[in-house]
């Protein structure tokens, strides 16, 4: 798996500590190695980490090692995009897409 600068990798065994547990939103990418979108969509998370560091957490997770977590959350598209607030994820994107459309579709982050 790739690793993305700025982004936790989570595994079945941390999604509820790093993700349910998060005092703030958490953006999950659900990824997979064999997925191109989801390679071009990971500078996007990098640059978006990076810019809203202490507004919003993004972790990945990479659902071919971690089938539990992908299976609780019905993804089955990647990349599938989730954002989560307060333990519940509160919005779902399918698909690559650039930095100012993503952030416009998850809309505020407070």
Known sequence: MARIEGVLAVTDETFAAEVLAAEGPVLVDF?????????????VLAEVAQEQQGRLKVVTLDVD???RSQA???VLSMPT????RAGEPV????GARPKRRLM????PLE
Request: proline share 13%; aromatic share 10%; hydrophobic share 40%.
């Open 31 to 43: 990824t997979a190695d064999w997925c191109p979108p989801c390679r071009m969509i990971g500078p």
């Open 65 to 67: 090692s971690n089938p």
């Open 72 to 74: 609780a959350y019905g």
């Open 81 to 84: 995009l989730m954002l989560f």
């Open 91 to 94: 919005k779902s994107l399918v």
């Open 104 to 107: 416009q579709e998850l809309g």
